[in-house]
Nanobody
């Protein structure tokens, strides 16, 4: 059984930093990619960062580019999201996701971790 478990969320002041972790168990994602999404109240789910398992190439939307960094430790089967210069609009539940094919559906999801940025 595949599990993705996020940790590292919390309350931080605007301008601060947090690092989220997502530990995968049950299988390794040596192909495909892993990603972080977020969902704020009343809004749709938004991709904030993804990383390919084979090349390590990353993708960010403009809203977080230059502030967020995704990375992975293949030995630990863990992906991280370093978030700097946080803004109140970054407040959301952050979810880890994984897929085994780069262009396939996001088949695996974590439960999410709350990030709250106060002004």
């Amino acid at each position: 059984q595949v599990q993705l478990v996020e940790s590292g969320g919390g309350l931080v002041q605007a301008g601060g930093s947090l690092r989220l972790s997502c530990a995968a168990s049950g299988r390794t994602f040596s192909s495909g990619n892993m990603a972080w999404f977020r969902q704020a109240p009343g809004k749709g789910r938004e991709l904030v960062a993804s990383i390919r398992s084979d090349s390590g190439s990353t993708i960010y939307p403009d809203s977080v580019k230059g502030r967020f960094t995704i990375s992975r430790d293949n030995a630990k089967n863990t992906v991280y999201l370093q978030m700097n210069s946080l803004k109140p609009e970054d407040t959301a539940i952050y979810l880890c996701a994984a897929r085994t094919v780069v262009t396939g559906p996001w088949a695996y999801w974590g439960q999410g971790t709350q990030v709250t940025v106060s002004s």
